[in-house]
């Protein structure tokens, strides 16, 4: 039997859903256009006015926005509302310097947790399940966005965030968790955990597992499955829009389905901005067309998926995205932290070594593991290995600090690292993520 | 009253220890006195060689990356002991010990001598001298 949270929505007809979406947008940029200067100068500039804005068809005449501008506008530039309407912020994962601070109306949360509801439910939670919230809490999207959504759902909730990884599994015993919440390489963790401590599926209750903030394969999945005697969802999001649960998959497992009452995606060519067909393979943009303190209209999430509206057998009509293929840029997405190889020249530079480096990523045990090679300058040599281990301990700090993840520090040869005439390869990454 | 070492760093992969030593080979480079430390990713390779500042010069041109030491040659008898002995002049003039290695001397046939490197050569030296060990340098050694 198939559960749905806001059938009205999630089952609505094609001419439905575009009614709600034409009266949501025509109205957001016009509170965006009065309200958010920023943006209104970007419109103005592309000569667009709100008058413009008629239909859903009419979206591609808007400007793009980039997680530069987000940049540009920091804190308070893209905001679209008082601050006194305001009741909450989130955050990016620790990166310095392309850190985004999103603001929340009530209203935006509320809208937020009823995306993740819809995902609980979607993964069969009733208010009959015990959710285990796995994901960091705190300026991180993951924890309280799932909270929110296994509170309207009404679960039994378990705020656990992420870590203490034995307890995790005591209290999953003890309190017979149904469902967890978590990113993949961490249930993938607990799964081998769960083994360590000599347990099997069967000895806990969880059915149902959603996993998101990172990239993913099908063949975790089915690891994860395994480990855990689990149906694994996926779930995708970003802190621009809101959070996770701007999309989340169904007991079909075949993309996710978008929240289009809320966010309209589109697909675009990276190089061109020209808006790509159905089925056509491109980078995905979201305009928020409800949102009130964070109103981003066409965000660039410079994730290359697919969008497809081919008829899904549990019974949405939401339009469904692949999971990522890529990115149109040089972000990683390491143990769910954004990485821009930029940030670690950045530290090379303040740390005195030349900016030739070279990061290799990999998946060892379900876990990113992240290697930095690093040419070694001649006045950081000495004759005793001590003093060089010293030098590796500290940049491996100085980048810890920078990403918030441990990387392994390699010092190597000076002009060992292989030099490329046009741009550099900078990035080996080796977890085929991809399928 | 102390000879000169060059450590050179040497990733540690296969063949590169091998392509260091060819380059001094080709060089015309004779090495008298060696030593390799290793670690998972690197290694210190330590030479002493007969003309210290034509190696040094040669191996930086060469793109290597190059420190340069003083070290304390001690020569030591062939008798048990031996090595404890200085150690124990060492630690008791409060000097650590980074490494050390042992060499033959050609030119005195029949002379061993050991390589300190050492966080004080001033005091290490005195202490030693003092309590009748030979501390020499490159000259007695080439």
């Given at each position: 039997?198939?559960?749905?949270?806001?059938?009205?929505?999630?089952?609505?007809?094609?001419?439905?859903?575009?009614?709600?979406?034409?009266?949501?947008?025509?109205?957001?940029?016009k509170?965006?256009?009065?309200?958010?200067?920023?943006?209104?100068?970007?419109?103005?500039?592309?000569?667009?006015t709100?008058?413009?804005?008629?239909?859903?068809?009419?979206?591609?005449?808007?400007?793009?926005?980039?997680?530069?501008?987000?940049?540009?506008?920091?804190?308070?530039?893209?905001?679209g509302?008082?601050?006194?309407?305001?009741?909450?912020?989130?955050s990016?994962?620790?990166t310095?310097g392309?850190?985004?601070v999103?603001?929340?109306?009530?209203?935006?949360?509320?809208?937020?947790?009823?995306?993740?509801?819809?995902?609980?439910?979607a993964?069969?939670?009733?208010?009959?399940?015990?959710?285990?919230?796995?994901?960091?809490?705190?300026?991180?999207?993951?924890?309280?966005?799932?909270?929110?959504?296994?509170?309207?759902?009404?679960?039994?909730?378990?705020?656990?965030?992420?870590?203490?990884?034995?307890?995790q599994?005591?209290?999953?015993?003890?309190?017979?968790?149904?469902?967890?919440?978590?990113?993949?390489?961490?249930?993938?963790?607990?799964g081998?955990?769960?083994?360590?401590?000599?347990?099997?599926?069967?000895?806990?209750?969880?059915?149902?597992?959603i996993?998101?903030?990172?990239?993913?394969?099908?063949?975790?999945?089915r690891?994860?499955?395994?480990?855990?005697?689990?149906?694994?969802?996926?779930?995708?999001?970003?802190?621009?829009?809101?959070?996770p649960?701007?999309?989340f998959?169904?007991?079909?497992?075949?993309?996710?389905?978008?929240?289009?009452?809320?966010?309209?995606?589109?697909?675009?060519?990276p190089d061109?901005?020209e808006?790509?067909?159905e089925?056509?393979?491109?980078?995905?943009?979201?305009?928020?067309?409800?949102?009130?303190?964070?109103?981003?209209?066409?965000?660039?999430?410079?994730?290359?998926?697919?969008l497809?509206?081919?008829k899904?057998?549990?019974?949405?009509?939401?339009?469904?995205?692949?999971?990522?293929?890529?990115?149109?840029?040089?972000?990683?997405?390491?143990?769910?932290?954004?990485?821009?190889?930029?940030?670690?020249e950045?530290?090379?530079?303040?740390?005195?070594?030349?900016?030739?480096?070279?990061?290799?990523?990999?998946?060892?045990?379900?876990?990113?593991?992240?290697?930095?090679y690093?040419?070694?300058?001649?006045?950081?040599?000495?004759?005793?290995?001590?003093?060089?281990?010293?030098?590796?301990?500290?940049?491996?700090?100085?980048?810890?600090?920078?990403?918030?993840?441990?990387?392994?520090?390699?010092?190597?040869?000076?002009?060992?690292?292989?030099?490329?005439?046009?741009?550099?390869?900078?990035?080996?990454?080796?977890?085929k993520?991809?399928? | 009253?102390?000879?000169?070492?060059?450590?050179?760093?040497?990733?540690?992969?296969?063949?590169?220890?091998?392509?260091?030593?060819?380059?001094?080979?080709?060089?015309?480079?004779?090495?008298?006195?060696?030593s390799?430390?290793?670690?998972?990713?690197?290694?210190?390779?330590?030479?002493?060689?007969e003309?210290?500042?034509?190696?040094?010069?040669?191996?930086?041109?060469?793109?290597?990356?190059v420190?340069?030491?003083?070290?304390?040659?001690?020569?030591?008898?062939?008798?048990?002991?031996?090595?404890?002995?200085?150690?124990?002049v060492?630690?008791?003039?409060?000097?650590?010990?980074?490494?050390?290695?042992?060499?033959?001397?050609?030119?005195?046939?029949?002379?061993?001598?050991?390589?300190?490197?050492?966080?004080?050569?001033?005091?290490?030296?005195?202490?030693?001298?003092?309590?009748?060990?030979?501390?020499?340098?490159?000259?007695?050694?080439?």
């Amino acid at each position: 039997m198939q559960n749905y949270y806001q059938p009205e929505i999630e089952c609505a007809s094609r001419e439905e859903m575009l009614k709600i979406q034409n009266e949501k947008l025509v109205a957001q940029v016009k509170h965006v256009y009065e309200n958010v200067k920023y943006y209104r100068d970007l419109m103005d500039e592309k000569g667009v006015t709100p008058d413009d804005i008629k239909s859903v068809d009419d979206l591609h005449k808007l400007p793009f926005l980039t997680k530069a501008d987000l940049r540009d506008a920091y804190p308070y530039g893209l905001l679209g509302t008082d601050l006194k309407n305001c009741v909450r912020i989130q955050s990016t994962s620790g990166t310095t310097g392309k850190r985004v601070v999103a603001f929340y109306t009530q209203k935006d949360v509320d809208l937020w947790e009823d995306c993740c509801a819809r995902a609980i439910v979607a993964a069969g939670g009733t208010n009959e399940d015990v959710c285990q919230v796995a994901y960091g809490y705190g300026l991180f999207t993951g924890g309280p966005g799932l909270n929110g959504g296994s509170h309207k759902v009404g679960c039994l909730t378990l705020p656990m965030s992420s870590g203490n990884t034995e307890r995790q599994i005591q209290f999953m015993q003890d309190l017979h968790s149904t469902i967890i919440c978590c990113t993949p390489s961490y249930a993938a963790y607990i799964g081998e955990t769960l083994k360590d401590m000599g347990l099997k599926p069967d000895d806990i209750d969880l059915k149902a597992g959603i996993f998101g903030a990172e990239p993913w394969t099908e063949e975790m999945r089915r690891d994860i499955e395994k480990s855990l005697g689990i149906k694994a969802y996926d779930i995708y999001g970003l802190t621009e829009t809101s959070g996770p649960g701007v999309s989340f998959e169904c007991c079909e497992q075949g993309g996710m389905h978008v929240n289009e009452d809320h966010f309209i995606p589109e697909i675009i060519n990276p190089d061109t901005g020209e808006v790509l067909p159905e089925e056509t393979k491109g980078e995905l943009v979201f305009t928020s067309i409800d949102k009130e303190a964070f109103p981003l209209l066409r965000y660039r999430t410079r994730d290359i998926c697919v969008l497809s509206r081919k008829k899904c057998s549990c019974g949405r009509t939401l339009i469904r995205m692949s999971k990522p293929m890529g990115r149109s840029d040089d972000m990683l997405i390491i143990r769910g932290v954004n990485v821009f190889p930029s940030q670690i020249e950045t530290v090379l530079l303040s740390e005195g070594y030349s900016p030739n480096y070279m990061i290799e990523v990999d998946r060892a045990n379900n876990t990113d593991t992240l290697d930095v090679y690093v040419e070694l300058n001649p006045e950081q040599f000495s004759d005793t290995v001590k003093a060089v281990s010293v030098k590796e301990k500290e940049l491996a700090a100085a980048i810890t600090q920078m990403l918030g993840i441990r990387p392994v520090v390699h010092l190597v040869s000076p002009k060992s690292i292989t030099r490329s005439e046009g741009k550099a390869v900078r990035v080996v990454d080796k977890r085929k993520l991809h399928d | 009253m102390s000879v000169k070492q060059i450590s050179v760093f040497v990733e540690n992969k296969t063949g590169k220890l091998a392509e260091v030593t060819r380059y001094i080979a080709d060089n015309k480079i004779n090495m008298k006195a060696l030593s390799v430390a290793d670690t998972h990713d690197f290694g210190i390779l330590r030479i002493i060689c007969e003309d210290h500042d034509t190696a040094a010069k040669v191996l930086k041109d060469g793109g290597y990356v190059v420190a340069e030491t003083e070290v304390l040659a001690v020569e030591i008898p062939d008798t048990p002991g031996a090595l404890a002995n200085i150690l124990d002049v060492l630690v008791k003039s409060d000097i650590a010990v980074e490494y050390t290695y042992a060499f033959l001397s050609v030119k005195n046939l029949g002379h061993a001598y050991m390589i300190f490197r050492v966080d004080n050569n001033e005091t290490a030296k005195t202490a030693l001298v003092s309590e009748g060990f030979n501390v020499v340098t490159s000259e007695t050694l080439f």
